[in-house]
């Protein structure tokens, strides 16, 4: 799907557009969501480069994800999607030409329909492609604010049920999902401070002073919460060496209660052994009082052998 969003007398129109028509006069960004093969073949009549793939969008090597072009300047960047109670992170590529701002991907992305909803209402005053991508990324940082304390918040619930026996397997569930979103939120905040520093320095001719306090002003945010995202890694870390201990010393309440019954049936055991053994000259065996007689010896047994226990406070 192609959009795109024209600004023209101080007024944005959206146009969904089809591969037999041309690029707009006075487009302010033009989006491509999951194009086929037909809409980027329409996208190589317009560009210089080749048109960057999935595959091209997800390399790692900052040499793919950071570099100029006869297009322009080109940017992957990862952008953070709340999927349930789960985090993903979702690769978004940025052409930023000398008239309009190219993006593409292969996901659906909350900030970008954020964005677009802005724009709409007149929310946002950004009247250059520059502008347009920084305030993008603006959305991005305090959206991953927002998902940190979102973690705070699970985190506090998740301290309260640490040692409830019952919420133990509910406890490693949540710690382990809380890690990988907390995972995917610095990830994303250390890919968004290289995509700024990279426009930064590189770009930099191209930007107008506004543009660069902004850049600032977000390289600032994200060195702030860098400092929150470790703090929730190291009480990640503590609440999972809790549970554990917790779940250990329950464990071991249980098979000491297991251990302390089989030494104190021990006793009863031997008597029952002795007397199971049907001898011929076992003169108890003739005796009216004989079973009676071992049924007691059972039970004072397992009785003293429980008194003992108790009195030297191993129970």
């Keep these: 799907m192609i959009t795109a969003y024209v600004y023209k007398n101080r007024k944005l129109t959206v146009h969904e557009l089809n591969v037999q028509d041309s690029i707009p ?17 329409w996208l190589s009549r317009f560009s210089v480069e080749e048109v960057p793939d999935e595959e091209d969008i997800n390399e790692i090597e900052a040499s793919a994800r950071f570099f100029q072009s006869k297009d322009g300047l080109h940017i992957n960047s990862l952008f953070p999607q709340r999927v349930g109670s789960d985090v993903r992170a979702i ?16 996901d659906d992305v909350g900030l970008i329909r954020l964005l677009r909803n802005y724009l709409r209402l007149g929310r946002l005053d950004a009247t250059t492609p520059q502008g347009l991508m920084l305030e993008l990324f603006h959305l991005k940082v305090d959206y991953l604010s927002d998902l940190i304390e979102d973690v705070y918040s699970v985190l506090d619930d998740v301290s309260e049920k640490v040692f409830d026996d019952e919420e133990l397997d509910e ?3 949540m ?4 890690e990988d979103s907390n995972g995917k939120i610095r990830l994303s905040l250390l890919d968004t401070q290289r995509s700024l520093r990279y426009i930064q320095r590189y770009y930099r001719d191209h930007l107008s ?8 002003e977000m390289l600032s945010d994200i060195e702030s919460l860098m400092p ?13 060496d809790a549970a554990m201990g917790f779940s250990g010393i329950q464990q071991t309440k249980i098979i000491k209660m297991f251990s302390v019954a089989a030494v ?10 002795s007397y199971g053994m049907n001898f011929v000259n076992m003169p108890e065996l003739d005796w009216r009082f004989g079973y009676p007689m071992a049924i007691g010896l059972m039970l004072a047994s397992a009785g003293g052998t429980y008194l003992f226990f108790k009195r030297k406070g191993w129970l």
């Design 25 to 41: 006069e006075q487009t302010l960004w033009l989006d491509m969501f999951k194009p086929n093969d037909d809409e980027r073949e």
């Design 91 to 106: 690769n978004v590529s940025f052409n930023l030409r000398k008239d309009f701002l190219l993006t593409i991907r292969e």
């Design 171 to 173: 406890v490693f569930k």
């Design 175 to 178: 710690i382990t999902l809380q």
């Design 209 to 216: 002073e506004e543009n660069i306090k902004d850049i600032r």
């Design 228 to 240: 929150h995202s470790q703090f929730i890694f190291d009480k990640l870390n503590f609440l999972l």
């Design 264 to 273: 104190v049936f021990l006793p009863p055991t031997v008597i029952a052994s």
